[in-house]
């Protein structure tokens, strides 16, 4: 039976990260992993997250299983903080854990698929995990361009597809921080696509994984906000693995919004079978930590300081790109308008293979680099080396 199985292609991004770790150059610089890294080159742990664990550690009776739904205390005290003063929207929201944002978008694509959905709409360029799930999944993809030349939104894709979507049909948007290229719909455009959703038999599923790391909690979630009041349905994968640095312990929720509140109980059911077919259980640990923090306001406060912190160092980092202006045909303007840790350079394979073995530069295939991955101590050789290359 193995005999049959054929080697698949390497992950790209994980070799880059190899190839990366073993050069001896002492200024190595990788933009390719997508972690978030302080200006030291770090993936620091929140000092919140740090208390939080050590009450944990110190209260915590069991390890029992606590249900495939997961920690419905994090699941609920996550809430106000994605969907505001009116957190389940007149009791027609609800959501369940999931082992990171890759398992929510996995769980809302099944539980979509198992209402009879076929064919789903997603911009491109994208997180590449979209595809695989969805091929996976076995469901129609169909790509629209979700960015236009100039570095900001192709609005005019978006609002096509959702006026041409059969009933029944998902788009998928990017809540904030676009993964990869940095690009955001500014509100006025979010407005148009909620409108756009109101009149249309499309189904939106928000990708929300980066919630805080662009302008603010609550301005990140503003675009989101207006498409779910004007939807009677939507899916909602969330991530805490970016805005709580809880990475490798893999926490997220579905959230599911029905048209009626009581239509809930049996869709949660088919998500809580899917789930149970999954993984089972989700992990405990991250989310009890979030938990904790979240009811605490010491914690709490402490948790949106650091947070801030982050996303004033990424929007240092872009207006310093910003300011170099444009570089052979990079135009690095448009970066101080993007937002989150990604952005896209329109580099071709032999410049990006020039940066890696001329100057030690080392970023994805597509161009795509990590904002997260330059500092004051960096930025100056990754701008001559552009300059050299472009």
Known sequence: ???????QPPDALLALIKLHAADAR???????VGVYRSADGGTPVFAAIKTAEARLLETQTSKAYLGREGDMGFVEALMPWVFGADATMGGRLQGMQAPGGTGAVRLALALAQQAGVTRVFLGVPS???????????????????????DGSANLGG????????????????????????GVDYTAEQWAAIAAAFANSRAVPLID????????????????????????PEALVAYSCDKNFGLYRDRVGVLY?????????????????????????????????????VLEDEV????????????????????????????????????????????????LNGAQIA?????????MAGSGRINIAGLHAGNIDKFLAALAAVA
Not at 159 to 180: F, T, Y
Not at 325 to 334: K, M, N, P, T
Request: some cysteine; glycine content about 8%; proline content about 6%.
């Open 354 to 362: 020039a940066l890696r073995v001329d100057h030690a530069i080392y």
């Open 1 to 7: 039976m193995l005999d049959r199985l054929t080697p």
């Open 208 to 231: 929300m994984a980066y919630q805080g790391l662009g302008e603010g909690m609550a301005e990140d979630a503003a675009g989101m906000m207006q498409v779910l009041a004007a939807v």
């Open 256 to 292: 599911v919004l029905a048209r009626e509140p009581g239509q809930l109980a049996a869709i949660m059911s088919h998500g809580s079978a899917l789930a149970r077919a999954n993984w089972s259980m989700p992990p405990d640990h991250g989310a009890a930590a979030v938990r904790i």
């Open 158 to 181: 978006v609002l096509a597809v959702i006026a041409d979507a059969r009933e029944g049909d998902v788009v998928i948007l990017q809540g904030s921080c676009h993964n990869p290229t």
């Open 299 to 346: 914690l709490t406060a402490a948790w949106l300081d650091e947070l801030r912190s982050m996303r004033e160092r990424m929007r240092d980092v872009r207006l310093r790109l910003a300011a170099a202006g444009r570089i052979g045909a990079v135009d690095l303007i448009s970066l101080g308008k993007q937002h989150g840790m990604f952005a896209i350079l329109p």
């Open 127 to 149: 997180w590449p995990n979209h595809a695989q799930i969805l091929a996976d999944l076995r469901l129609e993809t169909v790509p629209f361009a979700h960015a236009a030349p």
């Open 26 to 32: 002492p200024d190595a610089i990788d933009l390719g």
